[in-house]
């Protein structure tokens, strides 16, 4: 087994093409990018230390948002960490007061091409190492030792070897009426000389939580091996966000239940908010002082409605609508929930929330940092206590700030719709929260979430 290190290195080496790729592409097409454009006067060594700057804050950047990985990421995930890149770059530029020594074409055509060419490259790198897979090379052959439903998902998870790297060559289990359909090849007890006869990389242990001391046995009896050892966790059953494995204070810990927004991700989406937000203000300025008006002249009262509502880990703030009901509409009925034909609205109010141009307030919330521009829609505290008993899971959409808009709301799931369909969008928003993720919803939003046939 010792000879056969090298090749339980797969890892390591994916992720050093792929670092390698991002320095080489980001080098290049600066370079390509100076010689290209006529740039008078420019030193071209201020031109080489900013793009090494920028080499160096994609590593640690990257790094840290997860996106040097032994497998295949989506395409387009590096925006959000390129972006970062660059906006840490201006800050740079802006406190040295160098700006004005860069070409604003160059350094804007970098942004560009250079997002381009680290995708393009990151693609290249996966073509590469799947090609070298199905050859063979860069290959770890792993047996399974599983019981029951774990040890059926743990293999059927791990057989395309062209996306995992990883090839399934035996499976074993004592259980083997649980396993029909499934090729085992004997009991666990034989598992260990067929390791160290046919040169195997990994042992993935699956073994459910009433099994555990079927655990203790695998590992005594593998206690002299040099073989490599997984613990697929047994989780299923569990509603589960953003698992992931950590070490904390030198212990092991499973995350069963996480928020996205920790880190250098909570900063991303706190420029991400105040930025966009300031903009689309400053933007729609006219058009709020045009509302306001339309909003004092069609009612009695003030321009704004503050309502209560629940957002990130259950704290409360006052969410801004613009008014679109008489100041008592709920006087004698109290918190309900709008529905269609629902008549309370004034004439202009019910033009403002079929177009939903009465929720042009909350970018003022989410300059305060109470809301985010995407991300599940708050509700009041009287319906949240209500629905946290009704409906599976309802309380992680709090991992997350709310949101003027979400993954719910452009897929059609506002107003009165199903809410656990709408809670399934929230959650897979938060398991699949991305900056380029949130500029998707907020692009579809301008297409589907203005005005919808379940805004009333």
Avoid at 220 to 243: A, Q, T
Wanted: glycine fraction near 8%; hydrophobic fraction near 45%.
């Amino acid at each position: 087994m010792i000879g056969n290190t090298s090749s339980r290195d797969h890892s390591s080496l994916v992720v050093l093409l792929t670092q390698l790729s991002d320095i080489v592409v980001i080098s290049l097409v600066a370079l390509l990018l100076y010689v290209g454009f006529p740039l008078v006067d420019a030193d071209p060594r201020e031109y080489l230390y900013l793009t090494l700057l920028a080499v160096l804050l994609t590593g640690v950047i990257f790094t840290q948002l997860g996106l040097y990985r032994d497998h295949p990421i989506a395409l387009g995930s590096t925006f959000g960490g390129w972006l970062l890149v660059f906006l840490l770059l201006s800050l740079f530029l802006f406190v040295t007061k160098t700006s004005d020594h860069f070409s604003r074409l160059w350094y804007g055509s970098w942004l560009v091409f250079g997002f381009v060419g680290v995708e393009a490259g990151r693609l290249s790198v996966n073509s590469l190492v799947r090609y070298l897979r199905r050859k063979g090379i860069n290959r770890r052959r792993v047996v399974i030792i599983g019981y029951a439903e774990i040890g059926r998902s743990a293999l059927e998870k791990l057989s395309d070897s062209g996306v995992t790297g990883l090839q399934v060559v035996a499976y074993f289990s004592d259980d083997q009426e649980s396993c029909p359909g499934l090729n085992v090849r004997g009991p666990v007890d034989a598992a260990l000389d067929f390791v160290e006869r046919n040169d195997i990389d990994q042992v993935w242990i699956a073994v459910p939580f009433v099994r555990a001391a079927e655990l203790e046995r695998i590992l005594e009896l593998f206690k002299h091996s040099m073989v490599d050892i997984r613990l697929v966790p047994d989780l299923y059953g569990f509603r589960l966000l953003n698992h992931s494995t950590s070490v904390v204070a030198g212990l092991p810990v499973v995350n069963l239940s996480m928020s996205p927004m920790d880190g250098l991700n909570r900063v991303i989406k706190s420029v991400e908010d105040k930025v966009l937000s300031a903009v689309i203000l400053l933007l729609v300025s006219p058009l709020l002082l045009v509302i306001a008006l339309g909003v004092k002249l069609s009612s009695p009262g003030p321009v704004f409605y503050r309502q209560e509502r629940v957002s990130w880990n259950g704290g409360r703030f006052y969410m801004l609508k613009f008014r679109s009901m008489p100041v008592d509409a709920e006087s004698e009925s109290g918190a309900v929930w709008a529905r269609p034909g629902d008549n309370r609205s004034t004439r202009f109010g019910g033009f403002l929330r079929r177009t939903s141009l009465d929720e042009l307030p909350q970018f003022i919330n989410v300059l305060k940092g109470d809301m985010s521009i995407v991300g599940p829609r708050p509700e009041r505290p009287y319906f949240v206590d209500r629905f946290k008993e009704e409906i599976p899971g309802y309380m992680l959409k709090h991992k997350v700030k709310a949101g003027i808009t979400g993954w719910a709301q452009v897929n059609g799931w506002r107003g009165d719709t199903d809410l656990q369909a709408r809670i399934e969008h929230d959650l897979y928003y938060i398991e699949h929260w991305s900056l380029l993720f949130d500029l998707k919803i907020i692009v579809l939003t301008l297409f589907r979430g203005l005005v919808h046939r379940n805004a009333y």
